[in-house]
């Protein structure tokens, strides 16, 4: 009788066997799912069985980091509001002093009968794209002539100056930024009010402030703001921000190199300002009152002095011909020549007397 081992430790086939059978069925199943997508209805059965598991698994984790937000975000908000009420009361006591400089502004030009500041109008406008140019600093906003953009007019954002309307278009306008090498802005420095023009630098990282001497009072920190003189870009706008003071002996002027305040090439949304400039303009030159008097006694002086030349020259054409026979004669009288004249001379001479003398008596008597 041949030996049998009981049901429960009947083996199948071999451990061998079915490795490579499960091999070759996982291959076929990636092949056939990644030629013919055939796992797409399967997987997604079982992704929706399971989510309920998945949800579940993930509750604990989702209470501690909903805990934890919810305390990050309690202390996040307590210390921002503190911080809004605390600029919130910084910024009505700073409305309550401007309103009250306004109001003594107000009395002060009634007073003096002074002319009032300028007005200044915004549009707000949007930067499109950059120009072609990789050596110039500009930029092309999406507002033009239409919506009332002129030509010079000053760009800035909330922070500061951007830069200036160089070319206008019907429906676009071409900005030159503040950084460019050609843009020259009138500043000046707000804690010693000393004036100067900031011109832009080749590379359009920094700005140079020209034309200040070495023997002026400026330092690192200092804040630059527009000076208004120029009538294109309205007083106190801010500029720029010293961050470099060079002086050396060799020259006149210091070198200071400053950072603009306004993201010049990150800014996106701008306002273009149309400054109404109410100075009344620049008076004709007139000629001064000493030159124009000298000028008069010059030409009442001319005339007789010319007169007077043409007399003597006058006089002195005739006196000029007598001249030229007077050294012809070249013989020297003879002495008997010239003691005949001076005896006739001594006869003469008493008989001019006797006319003389009866032509002075009627002259005397009136």
């Known amino acids: 009788m041949e030996y049998s081992p009981p049901p429960l430790f009947k083996q199948g086939p071999s451990a061998l ?25 399967v997987r997604g059965v079982l992704g929706a069985g399971l989510y309920p598991l998945q949800r579940a698994a993930l509750v604990p984790r989702d209470v501690f980091m909903g805990a934890a937000d919810l305390a990050v975000t309690s202390a996040t908000l307590r210390s921002e509001n503190d911080k809004l009420r605390t600029k919130d009361l910084q910024l009505s006591q700073q409305a309550n002093t401007a309103a009250e400089l306004a109001a003594e502004n107000t009395h002060l030009r009634a007073l003096l009968q002074l002319s009032q500041r300028s007005t200044t109008q915004s549009l707000p406008a949007e930067i499109q794209y950059d120009t072609r140019d990789p050596f110039t600093q500009k930029v092309v906003i999406g507002r033009g002539a239409q919506q009332g953009v002129q030509d010079g007019s000053p760009v800035v954002n909330e922070d500061g100056v951007i830069g200036q309307v160089t070319r206008v278009f019907p429906l676009q306008a071409e900005v030159t930024l503040l950084t460019d090498k050609d843009q020259a802005v009138p500043v000046q420095i707000v804690r010693t009010g000393l004036r100067s023009v900031i011109y832009g630098t080749p590379k359009g990282d920094t700005l140079d402030l020209r034309f200040v001497p070495i023997s002026a009072d400026v330092q690192t920190g200092d804040e630059l703001v527009t000076s208004g003189l120029d009538g294109v870009y309205p007083p ?68 007789p002095a010319d007169n007077k030349a043409a007399a003597d020259k006058s006089a002195a054409k005739p006196a ?43 002259g005397a008597q009136p």
């Open 17 to 41: 066997a079915r490795l490579v059978f499960f091999v070759v069925l996982a291959l076929a199943l990636l092949i056939s799912d990644a030629r013919f997508k055939t796992l797409e209805i």
């Open 236 to 303: 106190g706008l801010p500029v720029a921000k010293v961050v470099r003071v060079d002086k050396q002996a060799d020259t006149a002027f210091a070198r200071v190199i400053c950072l603009p305040v306004a993201p010049v090439r990150g800014a996106r949304q701008l306002l273009v300002l149309h400054y109404l400039n109410n100075v009344p303009p620049r008076p004709a030159e007139e000629p001064d009152a000493a030159t124009t008097a000298k000028d008069a006694k010059a030409k009442k002086g001319g005339k």
């Open 320 to 362: 000029e011909k007598p001249a030229a026979p007077a050294a012809k004669p070249a013989e020297k009288p003879s002495a008997k020549a010239t003691a005949a004249e001076k005896k006739a001379a001594t006869e003469k001479k008493p008989a001019a007397d006797k006319n003389a003398k009866p032509q002075a008596t009627p």
